[in-house]
């Protein structure tokens, strides 16, 4: 199983907003929902959000109303899109299947870093 892959972070001052997306193939991806964690220095990977194939969505308080997920299920590809990014956003994001936890290998991750 190959897994899945994720871009779009970088460095951004605070309200400022990014996109990042995760590529991901393989039928475990594509019958199951797929969420975004993140994890930063010295504490657990978290779930952000996640979606269902079909639209369901659910978010982590710390980030509702500022964070939107969602797929394209033709191109394998699951978004998030962060608005009004916060210091304490910074953190390296990965994507992986599943609604409450993740249920495959973990990609590289992409770093995001939220500047005061």
């Known amino acids: 199983q190959v897994p899945p892959v994720e871009s779009g972070g970088g460095l951004v001052q605070a309200g400022g907003s990014l996109r990042l997306s995760c590529t991901a193939s393989g039928t475990i991806f594509k019958i199951n929902a797929m969420g975004w964690y993140r994890q930063a220095p010295g504490k657990q990977r978290d779930l952000v959000a996640a979606?269902?194939?079909?639209?369901?969505?659910t978010y982590a308080n710390s980030v509702k109303g500022r964070f939107t997920i969602s797929r394209d299920n033709a191109k394998n590809t699951v978004y998030l899109q962060m608005n009004s990014l916060k210091p304490e956003d910074t953190a390296v994001y990965y994507c992986?299947?599943?609604?409450?936890?993740?249920?495959?290998?973990w990609g590289q991750g992409t770093q995001v870093t939220v500047s005061s």
């Open positions: 979606v269902t194939n079909g639209g369901l969505t």
């Open positions: 992986n299947a599943g609604w409450a936890s993740p249920l495959a290998a």
